[in-house]
Each structure stands twice: as structure tokens, then as C-alpha cells.
């Protein structure tokens, strides 16, 4: 697959002091996996480069707008390895940052001129923006469920990558309703499963990037696999979970092999996803036939998604 | 591996597999709608052995389906009106009180699990949104065994209800309706009326007034003031359950589009309208004591009372977000407000 260049400096104003070195930072290092996703789709379907540029640059915007804004919220001092935005800038600039990418998407679809693409998109960003308001809420609720984090999760993650399988079909002019509402469905089980997989790295599971190991935890924020440990928990045993500051202490909480019993209940729980996962891409296959080698690909994603697999 | 089938409307098998009739050994647990509650409407259903389904107890079960925390708002308003009725030397029939408790308990029954039945076959308990006694998404019973038992219940009820129609027809079919029209109130299917914000009304009459006067006349021929405070006061219990399940489903009824008052009101003015009536509820079981002129000793009622209000808007005030973990179960605590206040009234007015 052809490396997309996602950011031009020529396509921002260099008048803008530090705009560009902003920029610069924040896409030299992401893995790009949702404009990835996007190209996969676009190959399929067939779709030209100036729309598989518009198409991943719209959901790279997106999501890095939204990571701009998250580290300054959480006051991550870290992206990406990377001193965040809002701490080598000023948070004024990492707040107008993400804005202006908001505003460059917007541009950039009104002068595409898909005015359902356009009323997706936006659709998707109010979810997004939803989303990060009402984790944002939770933090500090220890007693937060896996149901009332996944409705968040939902909103917050799944919407981007629900975006990333509808987008393509959407430009493509193929708008038929039945087909859209399966791939809302799928991209949602996807979403899912994305998230579910990045905060098990946060308990250092799968963890061949080295993330941080409990960030969320530290930040008062119960993940989902967090909230997983968590529920059978008392009080005493949140309070002394809130505390722990290394891997090490979580399973000695726990007590011995009961970590490794919870995750793999955990990891059974989403086996179940995946396979519902397949269940909708095996029915869209056979409702659309033409199709079926997009969705035999997508078939392979759980395994570098959840499983962080090659 | 989990084992998925998904299948269409017109599908032979598409019935028998909602119904769970299509199989002794497996059950199947619907797991998304598409199109629900349309012609063309297609469902996942994920099928699971019988065996491997970890069902509670039968009684567990049976509670459950009969919404036994609820049983409250239904029964309690016409056991404390009789005991008020004896309290002030009222002449009682109370063979067709007996009778009317024994409907009530079998109506309520069969409205809750037949609403659970119709919200299953609908589809309106796929669409995100956690009500109904789960009894038939845990796959505990089959719709179809739902089904049997609310239609067996109705049919008890209405045996029961024959001796109380006959001699007291229009007190035995308003309270009929009544608590008929407040199990509609209070479900999916009366979602007209909760966006028409009637839901809270409805459900204040029908579990109130309603209920109060019509077991009131049914019993003693008589419906005294103390008895109309007296429903009005119930009926205001009941309106503040039915908010407290509005302001936990919050969110998600701002997603289906559904208006009730606490979505027109939004997230931060509605916990300051249930505090609000939080606050009142021991102010009007004051008001109650007092308008009736019944003993001072009654006063100390408001303890208990006091306790678990304070407790639940405790909760509430504490709770920053929509899907924070202090409304899980909210509804649950504003049934057991109802029968903590109905059950402190019962045991004064027993006391004399």
C-alpha cells in the first residue's frame, strides 16, 4: 500500500507563526492506521487518489484535531514520544490548532461538494465531541460500567472508524440504506474492539509499542478493561486499585493468576465481537457478492486491531 | 466460537427463533435489529446451548418478570387506603378488599411481563436501551413462555376480578384501568404520551388517585377526603419514580428522539427538579399528618422517610454525567422510596 502524505505544509498558511512546526510534529509519527483503513476500502471500491487523499486527510484532521484537545484536557505531557502541543506551544495554540484542522476538513469536503459526505461527517464530529465530553464526565467514577463505557467508546472511537467503512461508500454514490446500516454495525463492533485493545496496552498487555503503563488509571479515568477488574471489586480493593502505580501491585491485588484468569475472560468477551464481527461480514458478502474480496479483507483487521498482530 | 444466524422477517424460521420455539436445546439471544420494528426488519440472533446459560433460581426469575420492586407502587397505595379506612372506623368489605389486593398483584404482573413480551417482539429492547426485566434477553424464559404466563395471569386476575365486578362495577374497572394506564405510563409502549410529557401525569393519577378512591369506594361505599390526600401523595411518589427512571435513561431517551420532561429539561435542570421533589416528599408526608389531623406520634415517620430520601439525593447530587455510575439503578432506589414511605404510612395507621 502506497504511503499517503497526509500533511502539506503548502496547504496551511506559513504567515501563521509556529502553525507549521505544530503540524510537523503532530503527523510525523502517527501510525496512520485509520487513513490506512481508508485506502484498504478506497482499493476495493475503486475510488480515485485526489478522493482517497480527501478521504484520509479528512479522517487524519479529525482525529489529530482531537488528539490536540485531548492532551491538552488531560494534560498529557506526551504525544506520540513527542512533547504534546499544548506544552511546547501554548495551549492557546494547541486549542486553535485543532480547530483549524476542523475547519480545514470543512473546506475541503464543501469544495468536493458531497453534501452527504458533508452531513456524515459533521454528524461524526458531534458524536466525537459527545463522546470526549462525557468520558471527560466520568472521570473520577470508579464504579463506572463496561455498558456505560462502551455507549462512550461508542461515540468517542467507533464513530471515527464507522466513518472510515461508510465514507468510501459514500463517495462512491452507493447510499443504499440496508448495506450503510450493517457497515454502521460493523464499524462499530471495529471501533470497539480498537479501544478495548488500546487500554488493555495501558495495563501492559500486548504493549509492543511501550505506551505508558497505567496512564489512565493515574489520570482517575477506569478503562474498560479497568472497569472489567473493577466490578467485582469492593470499595477497599477501588480505593487501593486508584493507587497503584506499577503492573505489580495490580495483580497482587488481585491475588496470584487472577489477572491472568480476568484477561482472559476479557479477551473471550471480545472473541465474541469478533466473530459477530465476521457473522455481519460473511451476510454483507453474501447480500452483495461483488464485494466480497473488500469484505474478506476486512475480515483480516481483528488481528492487528485487537490482537496487535501483524 | 459463537455461533450467529441472521434472519429476515418473511424468513420461515424468523418467528420460532424470536419466540424461542425453534429448538429444546438452544436459545437465541437477539443481538442486533436492522430495520426494527419494520416490515423488512432483520435480526442477529447469537445461539447458545440451554445448558451453558447461567439462569438464576426460579423464584429470582419469577420476581424478576413480576417486577416485584415495582409491586409496591401498585399494592401498597391500596393497602394503606384500607387500613386508613379501618384506622378511621369505616366500614370494610374485606372480602372484596382481599380481592382487589389479589387482582392488583395479578394485573401488575401480567401488564409487566406482557410489556416485556410486546417490547421483545418489537424490537424496542435491541435498540439500546436496557428496561424491561431482561428476563427474555438473558434467555431465562422464551418469549413465548413470557407470553403464556402474562396471558395466564391476566386470566387469573380477571377470574378473581368477576365477584368485584359484579357487585361494584365502575369502582373495579376504573382501578383496573388505572393501574392498566400506569404500567402504560410507564412503559415503551406508552411513549405517545411520555412526548406529550403526560407520562408523569398519567402515572400520578393512575397510581394515586385513581387507585386510592376506586379501592376506597369498591370496599366501603365511601370516599373520604383523607383518602383523596392521600392519593394525591401516592400519586406524587409515583411521579417521582417514573422521573428518577427518566433522568437514569436520560441519555439514551435523548437518543431515540423520546421527550420526556426530564429530556425537555435536560441533564442539569432535571437533577435540580428531582432534588427538588426529593425535598418535598417529607414535606408533603407532613402535610399529609397534618391535614388529616391525625396523631403528632405520626410525625416520627418522617425519620425513616427522611433517611432514604436523604440517601438517594445524596446520590444525585453527586452525580456529574449521564452515564455516571450514581443513576445505575436510580429507579430501583425511587421504588424502594415509595415503599419506605408507604410502609412507615401502613404500620402508623395500623398502630391507631
Known amino acids: 500500500m502506497q504511503k499517503l502524505k497526509i500533511y502539506e505544509s503548502d496547504d496551511f498558511p506559513t504567515y501563521l507563526p509556529k502553525l507549521n512546526a505544530l503540524y510537523d510534529d503532530l503527523f510525523s509519527n502517527g501510525k496512520g492506521f485509520r487513513s490506512k483503513l481508508i485506502q484498504r476500502m478506497s482499493d476495493h471500491l475503486k475510488l480515485d487518489e485526489r478522493q482517497v487523499l480527501l478521504l484520509a486527510q479528512t479522517i487524519e484532521f479529525i482525529h489529530n484535531a482531537s488528539l490536540l484537545h485531548d492532551d491538552l484536557i488531560d494534560r498529557s505531557a506526551l504525544r506520540r514520544e513527542k512533547t504534546a502541543a499544548w506544552l511546547k506551544y501554548t495551549p492557546e495554540y494547541a486549542v486553535l490548532a485543532g480547530d483549524y484542522l476542523l475547519a480545514r476538513v470543512m473546506v475541503n469536503l464543501s469544495r468536493y461538494g458531497n453534501l452527504q459526505l458533508i452531513q456524515y461527517t459533521s454528524e461524526m464530529i458531534s458524536d466525537l465531541l459527545e463522546g470526549e465530553w462525557i468520558q471527560d464526565s466520568l472521570v473520577g467514577d470508579w464504579d463506572v460500567s463496561l455498558k456505560q463505557l462502551d455507549r462512550v467508546h461508542n461515540l468517542k472511537t467507533a464513530s ?23 457497515l454502521d454495525e460493523v464499524g462499530c463492533l471495529l471501533g470497539l474492539l480498537f479501544q478495548r485493545s488500546d487500554d488493555l496496552l495501558d495495563f501492559n498487555i500486548r504493549n509492543d509499542e511501550g505506551k505508558a503503563i497505567l496512564g489512565d488509571l493515574k489520570s482517575g479515568y477506569l478503562n474498560s478493561f479497568g472497569s472489567f477488574l473493577a466490578q467485582d471489586m469492593n470499595d477497599q480493593a477501588k480505593m487501593s486499585f486508584k493507587q497503584c502505580e506499577d503492573m505489580d501491585q495490580v495483580k497482587r491485588l488481585l491475588g496470584s493468576g487472577q489477572f491472568e484468569e480476568r484477561l482472559k475472560d476479557f479477551d473471550e468477551m471480545n472473541k465474541n465481537i469478533i466473530d459477530l464481527y465476521i457473522h455481519h461480514l460473511d451476510q454483507l458478502g453474501s447480500r452483495r457478492p461483488e464485494l466480497q474480496p473488500l469484505f474478506a479483507d476486512l475480515k483480516k483487521l481483528p488481528e492487528p486491531l485487537y490482537w496487535r498482530g501483524n | 466460537m459463537s455461533e450467529f444466524i441472521t434472519l429476515e422477517k418473511g424468513h420461515e424460521s424468523f418467528s420460532a427463533h424470536l419466540l424461542g420455539t425453534f429448538s429444546k436445546e438452544k436459545r437465541a439471544l437477539p443481538v442486533k435489529s436492522f430495520h426494527a420494528n419494520t416490515d423488512v426488519e432483520r435480526i ?122 359484579y357487585l361494584k362495577p365502575l369502582p373495579a374497572i376504573g382501578v383496573a384501568v388505572g393501574v392498566m ?35 376506597s369506594m369498591a370496599a366501603a361505599n365511601v370516599v373520604p377526603m383523607s383518602v383523596v390526600y392521600l392519593g394525591f401523595y401516592f400519586g406524587f411518589l409515583a411521579a417521582l419514580y417514573l422521573q428518577l427512571r427518566h433522568f437514569e435513561r436520560i441519555m439514551a431517551d435523548d437518543e431515540l428522539k423520546i421527550k420526556t420532561l426530564i429530556s425537555r429539561l435536560g441533564f442539569d435542570k432535571s437533577k435540580k427538579f428531582i432534588l427538588l421533589q426529593l425535598s418535598l416528599v417529607n414535606f408533603f408526608f407532613g402535610a399529609l399528618i397534618y391535614f388529616n389531623g391525625w396523631s403528632s406520634i405520626y410525625y416520627w415517620g418522617l425519620v425513616p422517610l427522611a ?22 439503578g436510580l429507579r430501583s432506589s425511587g421504588a424502594y422510596l415509595h415503599l419506605v414511605a408507604s410502609f412507615t404510612l401502613f404500620l402508623l395507621l395500623l398502630s391507631r
Open chain 1, 160 to 182: 471515527l472508524f464507522k466513518w472510515c467503512i461508510r465514507a468510501p461508500f459514500i463517495v462512491k454514490e452507493d447510499n443504499d440504506e440496508d448495506l450503510h446500516q450493517v
Open chain 2, 44 to 165: 442477529t440472533f447469537r445461539l447458545v446451548d440451554k445448558e451453558k446459560i447461567q439462569k438464576p433460581s426460579t423464584v429470582e426469575v419469577v420476581a424478576q418478570l413480576f417486577r416485584v420492586e415495582l409491586l409496591g407502587l401498585t399494592l401498597m397505595p391500596l393497602a394503606v387506603t384500607l387500613i386508613l379506612l379501618w384506622n378511621s372506623s369505616v366500614e370494610v368489605n374485606w372480602f372484596l378488599a382481599g380481592l382487589a389486593l389479589l387482582v392488583a398483584t395479578f394485573f401488575h404482573g401480567a401488564a409487566f411481563s406482557y410489556n416485556d413480551y410486546i417490547d421483545h417482539i418489537k424490537g424496542i429492547d435491541r435498540v439500546g436501551v436496557h428496561s424491561g426485566s431482561r428476563v427474555i434477553q438473558e434467555a431465562w424464559l422464551t418469549a413465548h413462555q413470557v407470553h403464556r404466563i402474562s396471558l395466564g395471569l391476566m386470566a387469573f386476575g380477571g377470574v378473581l376480578s368477576l365477584p368485584i365486578i
Open chain 2, 181 to 215: 394506564l400506569g404500567v402504560l405510563g410507564y412503559s415503551f409502549a406508552g411513549r405517545g404520551f411520555r412526548a406529550r410529557g403526560l407520562g408523569p401525569t398519567l402515572i400520578s393519577l393512575c397510581l394515586g388517585p385513581l387507585l386510592t378512591c376506586g379501592v
Open chain 2, 307 to 328: 433517611l432514604a430520601s436523604a440517601n438517594l439525593f445524596s446520590r444525585i447530587s453527586r452525580c456529574q454525567s449521564p452515564l455516571s455510575s450514581s443513576l445505575e
